[in-house]
């Protein structure tokens, strides 16, 4: 089937604009990252979501960037009163459940192309 | 606080040397350790994990506690092996990764 999808691929906007993000994961992945890749940089972990709920949103920058995931598939970073310095790759992962028992097991994350944000 | 270290940007071998890329980390916890690679133009993909004591495209990282390192090996290095490789790190729940900041491996014919 298709891997993570996310669009747009590049958006440009002007200073103290709105900008919103998507991100369809794959099919059945309950669990759907979010990290900021800045030029030179390795990701930055932003969000990570189970299911509908933002299991940690402790990597969000400020309270500009928040982002939804309503019924637990598709999710949108949002972005208020972009500023320079929000210009970067913002990309998204989905992984399939953790494995049960006592201890979560990893399933490996699957990354999208990433949405290239400038910001003017 | 939670770190993950990569010393080198840029590292060019000739095809069929040995290359070590290095990471240090450190992590309050007990760390999950992971490579992911990034080959041109496409999309960044998970490459070998610690716990799976897996050879993957013929490289290995050992987690090494005591020195805090994950080092990727690899004996004879391949010309489609030049990528951006990145080390990164998780809690056991996996709720949150960080990554280093990458080198990127250049492997001359």
């Known amino acids: 089937g298709a891997g993570v999808s996310q669009t747009p691929s590049n958006k440009v906007t002007e200073k103290g604009k709105y900008v919103e993000l998507r991100c369809d994961p794959i099919s059945g992945h309950t669990a759907l990252y979010w990290y900021r890749q800045s030029l030179g940089q390795g990701p930055e972990f932003l969000i990570y979501?189970?299911?509908?709920?933002?299991?940690?949103d402790s990597g969000l920058p400020n309270d500009r960037f928040f982002a939804v995931r309503p019924e637990g598939s598709v999710s949108t970073l949002k972005i208020q009163r972009t500023e320079r310095g929000d210009s970067a790759v913002y990309l998204c992962?989905?992984?399939?459940?953790?494995?049960?028992?006592?201890?979560?097991?990893?399933?490996?994350?699957?990354f999208g192309p990433g949405t290239r944000l400038t910001v003017l | 606080a939670q770190r993950v270290t990569q010393p080198e940007k840029l590292l060019s071998v000739f095809k069929g040397a040995p290359v070590e890329l290095k990471c240090n980390y450190s992590y309050s916890g007990s760390p999950e350790l992971f490579w992911y690679v990034q080959y041109s133009r496409q999309r960044l993909q998970l490459l070998l994990r610690h716990i799976s004591r897996e050879s993957i495209k013929g490289f290995t990282a050992d987690l090494n506690k005591g020195e805090t390192s994950f080092h990727l090996k690899k004996p004879f290095a391949q010309e489609e092996d030049s990528a951006m490789y990145y080390c990164a790190l998780s809690g056991y729940n996996f709720n949150k990764f960080y990554f280093g900041s990458g080198t990127k491996l250049n492997v001359k014919p």
């Open positions: 992962a989905s992984s399939a459940p953790a494995g049960g028992g006592v201890s979560l097991s990893y399933n490996e994350q699957f």
């Open positions: 979501f189970q299911g509908t709920g933002a299991a940690d």
